[in-house]
């Protein structure tokens, strides 16, 4: 263990905390407001502190624990996109946004993670969020870098580009690097999941194994307000049909050994994929339990943060924060 501390805010399933975690990082506190995911959160880790709260109605004066902490990290809902700019969903992540960057002022960690949709690194309609940002860190003495990391570099069988929000105090700011692809080549859905396709005996598990040879495209959790369980918009959908799977629905058990695989039959003939496997093609490990109803379930699987970028990160920040001056 490094003794490096963090506080997770909108903590979800618990991806990013998990993956700072497996980099050294020991989690303080970790806060959300679905009652799901908080539970998701107490059935994996019962050491974790984990308090059931919206980050909007968190008062960390009442949470002296969370106080003295390196790390302050943030794996904010996804649901930011050209269909929803302008409703409620578009707004709630914006005043999100800014309550992350007003809790640094009120516990002043020594490094902050905010992480998002791709554009909040570079699109034009964040840049209200960047220039708010920019100015309360540069005040508060933190110097930091807007990246965009793509899940596939790091080992995760998913497509998922994310931008990333990291802070540093100026003392120790020189010391980071962003963090460098850790595999070569990408893995592929059917290598991610061969075994769990085989796993009740299913005849056709290697062949559609040879068939699923690419990452996923990028999962997509949805709003808890809005629409049930699927993979995604039509262009994910239409990549996944090309790997035998349909993606209109999430699937309730892995393939048995009865079951027809024929995709020219179309989604009828097509596998679906579990909430357990769509927990694998975003990193997390076998035996993290997803809690709650279905659809509840795969909303926090598909706003996740994978953990293996979350391990990344934190790699990145232990080298400044215990080499920084």
């Given at each position: 263990m490094s003794g490096l501390t963090l506080v997770d805010v909108c903590s979800g399933a618990g991806?990013?905390?998990?993956?700072?975690?497996?980099?050294?990082?020991?989690?303080?506190?970790?806060?959300?407001d679905d009652e799901a995911a908080v539970t998701t959160l107490q059935t994996n880790r019962p050491q974790w502190n984990v308090l059931h709260t919206d980050l909007l109605d968190f008062d960390p004066a009442e949470h002296p624990v969370s106080?003295?902490?390196?790390?302050?990290?943030?794996?904010?809902?996804?649901?930011?996109?050209?269909?929803?700019?302008?409703?409620?969903?578009?707004?709630?992540?914006?005043?999100?946004?800014?309550?992350?960057?007003y809790l640094v002022h009120a516990?002043?960690?020594?490094?902050?993670?905010?992480e998002n949709?791709?554009?909040?690194?570079?699109?034009?309609?964040?840049?209200q969020f960047?220039?708010?940002a920019r100015a309360e860190l540069a005040h508060l003495g933190y110097e930091f870098s807007w990246l965009v990391l793509n899940a596939v570099d790091f080992g995760v069988p998913q497509n998922r580009r994310l931008g990333v929000?990291?802070?540093?105090?100026?003392?120790?700011?020189?010391?980071?690097?962003?963090?460098?692809?850790?595999?070569?080549?990408?893995?592929?859905?059917?290598?991610?999941?061969?075994?769990?396709?085989?796993?009740?005996?299913?005849?056709?598990?290697?062949?559609w194994?040879?068939?699923?040879?690419?990452p996923a495209p990028t999962l997509v959790g949805g709003s808890r307000n809005?629409?049930?369980a699927d993979l995604g918009p039509t262009g994910a959908k239409n990549t996944w049909a090309t790997m035998g799977v349909d993606a209109h629905t999430v699937g309730d058990v892995i393939p048995g050994p009865d079951f027809d695989w024929n995709p020219e039959l179309g989604r009828d003939g097509m596998v679906k994929i579990t909430v357990e496997q769509a927990a694998l093609l975003q990193g997390f490990p076998e035996a993290w339990e997803i809690t709650g109803r279905k659809t509840a379930r795969y909303r926090q699987v598909g706003q996740a943060t994978p953990p293996p970028v979350g391990r990344a990160l934190g790699r990145s920040l232990l080298a400044a924060l215990n080499g920084g001056e």
């Open positions: 991806g990013l905390a998990l993956g700072l975690e497996q980099a050294g990082f020991e989690p303080r506190l970790l806060l959300d106080h003295d902490v390196d790390l302050l990290s943030a794996g904010l809902p996804r649901v930011k996109s050209s269909a929803t700019v302008g409703r409620a969903d578009s707004q709630a992540e914006e005043r999100l946004l800014e309550a992350a960057i516990i002043r960690p020594r490094a902050v993670i905010i949709v791709p554009g909040l690194a570079h699109s034009d309609e964040y840049q960047r220039d708010f929000l990291v802070a540093v105090e100026r003392q120790r700011a020189r010391a980071f690097q962003p963090p460098a692809p850790t595999v070569q080549e990408p893995m592929t859905v059917g290598v991610a999941l061969e075994a769990s396709m085989a796993s009740r005996g299913w005849k056709d598990a290697a062949r194994t040879a068939q699923a040879d690419r809005r629409g049930g």
